[in-house]
């Protein structure tokens, strides 16, 4: 079993180096040497979110339909391939777009879209997968797949930032190149003999759709409450993604290989969080170590947003490294927080409300941060201070995340989710009346 979870893992790497030149590198390209409006940029990365409501039907018509008797590997090879064609062609899409606006625009879409379009196709199948393959290990299983993730960002990040060095277009589009090839030939390894034919229909992973999961989220005050504060913390967690090369690169004249060796930076962080939260969860609680992260990371946000305006380059880098340890500490947290916040009879009802959580933040999050630093550039003529601005506003929503999860109460949740007359066994009972 052990080699099927490094083969889901390889998967899950594919397709995470296929967003890595996009997030750290290319973001940065578009906005500052290329000076398309952030917003913009902020939208077009964001599409694999956009695109997110549709893992449901995606997920359900791969149960569905198998193709060449299997039900995951060819959606998994579908959105791979879709990944790869798109991430490779989004840097010509954007030096298009710099220069020719409708034509650009056209083109961006549709490298941008394919590249998001895919995300959606390999994810839900492989981590579907994941979950089939070994139903006892699946804890191990996801282990597994996000320490290759780290690593493998932490290696690529340094790779492509000596590749772009020095920058131009050509050297871009080389990495860009290089990174799809890697990923192709690890996805093509991690599919070989992975997924046996013609699968059992008992162990499709159970699925629902969206109206079920904001009728649940909707009936129990404990998980309305919960879902806020996933969405006011991940918005603030994420929302810098798309900024935080840029303005390194804005306020302190970092080259492309500097600010993309910032990703290698927060993944090393992420990988010690991973083995530090692993002790100290025999002694704090979840909570308490979400809380642990959350100060971490508010403190991040202000030590990089004081960096800016006298342009101090080494205060910068200590609040990229809080930034870094809190995200860990926070993301560590509450996945475990997530698998608290369900019951035995709803796992996939509310993991799948969750996962809607962290879908609305990354797309909300990364667009409001994109429109309010092009606006208050705009306003001042200043694009550090629309940077700044933007930092300082997320670490006013991590801090409201805080007081929010100061009233979170798992045991409540639990007992309201279980009451025979909830919401959830409403909704089934209505469906199957209509049905009827």
Known sequence: MWLKRVQVGLLHVAVTLTLLPINSTLNRVMINELAIS?????????????????QVAIGS???????????RTPYI??????????????????????????????????????????????????????SELDEEGRSRTIATMFFMMIISIIIMAIVIGRLVEPYTP???????????????????LGLIGLEAPFAPVSSVAERHTWSEMARAIAGNPQARLFFVYLVLMLVAILGQDVLLEPYAAQAFGLPVRQTTRITSIWGV???????????????MSQAAIARLGAWTALVGFVL????????????????VILLGLGTGFATVSNLALMLDMTTPESVGLYIGAWGMANAV??????????????????????????????????????????????RLDVRAFRERARQPAGLVEQAA????????
């Open 304 to 319: 990089i947003s004081l960096s800016g305006l006298p342009a101090l380059i080494a205060v910068f880098y200590i609040g």
């Open 361 to 406: 933040s990354r797309l909300f999050g990364s667009v409001l941060s994109g429109a309010v630093r092009d606006l208050l550039t705009q306003a001042t003529g200043d694009a550090v201070i629309g940077y700044v601005a933007v930092f300082a506003i997320l670490g006013g929503l991590l801090l409201a995340s805080l007081i929010l999860l100061r």
């Open 77 to 130: 090879a579908l959105g791979l391939l879709l990944c790869i064609g798109g991430a490779v062609l989004s840097p010509q899409a954007a030096f298009v777009l710099a220069g020719n606006r409708l034509p650009g625009l056209a083109l961006s879409l549709l490298a941008f879209g394919a590249w998001g379009m895919g995300f959606n196709f390999a994810s839900v199948s492989y981590f579907s997968l994941a």
């Open 269 to 283: 962080c992420f990988l010690l969080t991973l083995i530090v939260a692993g002790f100290i969860q025999r002694w």
């Open 61 to 71: 018509y791969a149960d569905r339909h198998p193709l060449f008797g299997r039900r």
């Open 38 to 54: 952030a917003t913009l940029v902020a939208a077009l990365v964001s599409l694999p979110y956009f695109f997110s409501p549709l």
């Open 170 to 188: 050509q050297a871009l589009q080389r990495a860009f190149f290089l990174a799809g090839g890697v990923a192709g030939v690890l996805g093509l």
């Open 429 to 436: 009972l209505a469906g199957e009346a209509h049905g009827g």
